[in-house]
Structure formats: structure tokens, C-alpha cells
């Protein structure tokens, strides 16, 4: 088992939670209310009558069909696209939304974020073809890049060491919020003939403008102030995160950081450099991981999901709005643990949590379930039950985990490069499974449980022998307390000889 020490961070951040920060807090997390509002909301359209008659006439006419394959009657690639074009167009703007964050800082990335985000809703919400429908998905990816790149990163680093998992946590919390909105919308409109889904789709710009106020409240970040050469504002930032005048310690410290970061002038071609490999490795691989869980193809398409299971449409978008709710009061758990318990524990538990509940659901449709009928009303109550708990167990987890640990474990010359990789990892493995997840429904049939279940045993092995604790450690010490000290990945740290360097 490889972990390392979680003691708190030697030099002892003060700080007091005032009114202001909790507020900062809260308006950063309305990017994840966006990001979640779309994970929720494009599975209850797409199983909308009135959208597939206008978009997709070819997936209506199957699910007519009186005998219709419950596995495939949604295999339909153009459809796939409508819910998976975001998550491409995500992957390459956040690599953008990484200059934008270093060049102008995290504030301003987070409008930009806002701005996309209400123009793809207003698109969205009149698409009258195909191809409108389409930008306006090109342009939510767009919002999901930059909101996704600035907001962990804006919380990680005004986040005092003691809490940061907690703050942290709150964009994922705010994605689980926006996902049961969704659901609760996608319910309230099904039956609003015929413009209910634009309805759905167009609600996607409140979120956007209540991140757009909140950029003009929230304040730059004061690593990101420093960085750009702006001391004196970045103590002013500084002192206000803190909620005191005394940020001598601290302030020292990021302009120790910053000031390596300024000998790095390609901070993408530093992250090739040895020492790199281990927060990139673990980063690229929590993203990979998370996706592999199979939890966005059960959040994207549960109200698909509960309908292949007999419930009629209706039924299937309560049933989504039920495991909408255990999400975000799930995330809460979390917030409240991850800080105490650690970040190891959290997600050793959950991978034997959601191996139960992925074999359990896999064995009943593989047994009960056919390509024409359904289940019975007990054996579908009781896939939604192991469905909540898997929810549950992703949502204190996997889910919050995906987006703290990349945000954390970065020195701050390879911060903004870093976690670009990170959410492009993110987005390139919610794009395949987005796109794949109805036809390997179609193809695998309920071995696709079984397929996410073997990927849940694998990342239960990676945790245990390489990701280690990072709880109550500044940002800026990661290095010191954490990599060099690590059974494994100490060999890809710089041993100190003298003055000098060494690389071992």
C-alpha cells in the first residue's frame, strides 16, 4: 500500500472563512452548475418524442416498433453526436482556456466560460435545424473548456491547505446540483408539446448568467496575481482569501513558486520532463478512471436506461430525478470527509461500492432482461436501488476526486498546462463513451456493466499502489512532502546533492 504522510503542512497557513470568500466559493462552483445541467440535461431530450421527430425521424420510427430491441432502439450515431459534440469541442478549448488562464489569469477565463455558455443556450433553445443544433453543442463544449479548466483551479488555490479538498469538492457538487435541475426540468417539460426540449435546452443559459455575475464579484486568485508580476495586488488578493493583514508567510512562499515558474518558459514541454511524470500520470489517469466508471453513460442516458428497463417515459425521467438527488446529497458526504478521512480512503471504498453494484445490475439484465419485454417491477426496483448506490459511492468519490487531486498536485510553473491535460482527458474519455455508450448498449448488451466492472477492479489496484494521500499539504509543498517521499514515485525526483541537482 503506498501512502504517504498526511500530517499537516509545516509551515501553518493562518486564515479566517469570512462571508466574502464563502461567497467566492459558491459563484466559482456555478461552473460545475453549467457542466452538470448539461450531463443531465441531453439524455431526458434525446428521449423526448418531439425532438426526435424534428432532429432524429429514424430513431422515432424504431422506437414505434411494437417489437422493438430494448438494447438498440436508441443506436443512433447522429443522436450520439448531439450529446457527445460538447464534450470534443471541451477537449481542444481547454488547452486554449490553459493560455487564457496564465495570460489574463482564472477570473477572466471564468467569464469567457459564462459568455459561451449563454450563447449555445440561446442557440440551443431555437435550433431550427440540425446543424444550429449542433454549433450550439460545439459552443457549450466551448463554456465546458474554459469553466472547467479556470474553476477547480480558482477554488484550489484561494483554498486555505486545511479545507481545500472541501472547497474543492464544491464544483463537483454544483455539477451533481446541476445534474438533478436537469432531471427536475427534463420531468416538468416532457410533456410540453411540441417545445419542451427547447425549453430543457435553453434553461442552459441561467446557469451561465449567474457564473457571468459571479465573475464580477469573485477576486483574482492571488497565485495567479503574483505569477503575472502584480505583488502588491496579489497581497491585497492574498489578504482577503486569508481574511487578515498578516500573509507574510505565505506570500513568500508563492512568490518562491512563482519565481521558478518564471525560469520555465514552455510549461507543455516542461510537463515532458521526468520529474512531471508523476502528478501527470495520476492526473491523465483519475480523468480515465472516472470515465471508465461508467457514471456519465449512466448519467447522460439514465432516462434511456430506465426505459430499457420497462419503464415508461415518464417513470424513466422520475427514476433519473431519484438517482439526481442521491448524487448531490451523496457529494456532501464528501465534502464533509475528504478532509478527515483523506482522499485514499475515499476512493478504495467506493471501487468495492461500485464493483457490487455494476455485477449485481450486470447479472439481473443478463438473466431477466431480453431483447423485447422488460423486467419485472421488483427486478427493475431493484437495478434502480444498485444504480443509486453506485451513484452514491461516485459521488464521495471518483466524482469529487477526478477534479481535487489535478488541481492540487501541480507546482504552479506546470499548474495551467497540467490540468489542461486533465480536462481534455476528461472531455476526450466523456466524448467516447458519450458517443460509443447506445451502441455498446446495442452490441455488448448487459455486458457493458460487466465491461465497466473490470475497469472498476483496475483503478482499485492503481489507488492502492499509486496515488498517495495529499491531505493537509500546501500546493507548493506537494513536491517535498509528497513525490520525494513516495515508495514509488521518489525515482522520478531530483535528488538534492550539495547546491546543486541531481536527477535520479
Request: glycine content about 8%; some cysteine.
Amino acid at each position: 500500500m503506498a501512502e504517504v504522510s498526511s500530517s499537516p503542512s509545516r509551515n501553518v497557513i493562518k486564515s479566517k472563512t469570512t462571508a466574502y470568500m464563502v461567497v467566492c466559493w459558491i459563484f466559482a462552483a456555478m461552473g460545475g452548475l453549467m457542466f452538470g445541467y448539461d450531463i443531465g440535461i441531453s439524455g431526458g431530450v434525446s428521449a423526448m418524442d418531439d425532438f426526435l421527430i424534428k432532429f432524429f425521424p429514424n430513431v422515432y420510427a424504431r422506437k414505434l416498433i411494437a417489437h422493438e430491441d430494448n438494447y438498440c432502439k436508441y443506436d443512433d450515431q447522429m443522436l450520439q453526436l448531439f450529446t457527445s459534440s460538447l464534450y470534443l469541442a471541451a477537449l481542444v478549448s481547454s488547452f486554449g482556456a490553459s493560455k487564457v488562464c496564465s495570460l489574463l489569469g482564472r477570473r477572466p477565463t471564468i467569464r469567457l466560460a459564462s459568455v459561451f455558455f449563454v450563447v449555445a443556450a440561446l442557440l440551443s433553445g431555437i435550433a431550427p435545424n440540425k446543424v444550429v443544433l449542433i454549433i450550439g453543442r460545439i459552443l457549450f463544449g466551448v463554456g465546458v473548456g474554459f469553466g472547467n479548466e479556470s474553476v477547480p483551479l480558482f477554488l484550489s488555490e484561494v483554498a486555505p491547505p486545511h479545507q481545500r479538498g472541501a472547497v474543492n469538492i464544491l464544483f463537483q457538487l454544483f455539477v451533481t446540483i446541476g445534474i438533478l435541475i436537469a432531471n427536475l426540468v427534463n420531468f416538468a417539460v416532457a410533456n410540453v408539446h411540441p417545445y419542451g426540449w427547447r425549453i430543457a435546452l435553453g434553461l442552459a443559459g441561467v446557469p451561465g448568467l449567474a457564473l457571468f455575475v459571479g465573475s464580477f464579484v469573485i477576486m483574482e486568485t492571488p497565485s495567479s496575481l503574483i505569477e503575472r508580476g502584480l505583488e502588491a495586488e496579489g497581497r491585497r488578493s492574498l489578504q482577503k482569501v486569508r481574511g487578515m493583514d498578516d500573509v507574510d508567510q505565505e506570500l513568500e512562499q508563492i512568490k518562491h513558486a512563482c519565481e521558478q515558474a518564471k525560469k520555465v518558459k514552455e510549461p507543455f514541454k516542461k510537463l515532458m520532463n521526468r520529474q512531471s511524470i508523476p502528478p501527470l500520470t495520476i492526473s491523465i489517469c483519475v480523468q480515465i478512471f472516472q470515465q471508465f466508471t461508467g457514471i456519465n453513460a449512466i448519467m447522460f442516458y439514465a432516462p434511456v436506461l430506465f426505459q430499457t428497463m420497462g419503464f415508461k417515459n415518464d417513470g424513466a425521467l422520475l427514476s433519473a430525478v431519484i438517482t439526481g438527488v442521491v448524487n448531490v446529497l451523496s457529494t456532501f458526504v464528501s465534502i464533509v470527509a475528504v478532509d478527515k478521512l483523506g482522499r485514499r480512503k475515499l476512493l478504495l471504498q467506493a471501487c468495492v461500492q461500485m464493483l457490487v453494484c455494476l455485477v449485481g445490475s450486470g447479472v439481473i439484465l443478463q438473466l431477466h432482461l431480453k431483447s423485447a419485454g422488460s423486467l419485472d417491477s421488483t427486478l427493475a426496483t431493484i437495478v434502480v436501488v444498485l444504480v443509486c448506490l453506485f451513484v452514491m459511492s461516485f459521488a464521495w468519490s471518483w466524482g469529487p476526486m477526478g477534479w481535487l487531486l489535478p488541481s492540487e498536485v501541480f507546482p504552479i510553473e506546470t499548474r495551467t498546462a497540467g490540468f489542461a491535460f486533465a480536462v481534455s482527458t476528461n472531455m476526450l474519455l466523456t466524448f467516447i463513451i458519450a458517443q460509443a455508450f447506445l451502441s455498446m448498449m446495442c452490441h455488448m448488451r448487459a455486458g457493458i456493466f460487466f465491461f465497466f466492472a473490470a475497469w472498476v477492479v483496475v483503478m482499485g489496484v492503481f489507488v492502492w499502489f499509486l496515488i498517495p494521500e495529499t491531505k493537509g499539504i500546501a500546493i507548493d509543498e506537494m513536491e517535498e512532502r509528497v513525490w520525494k517521499v513516495h515508495p514509488f514515485w521518489k525515482r522520478f525526483m531530483p535528488k538534492d546533492v550539495g547546491n546543486g541537482a541531481e536527477m535520479t
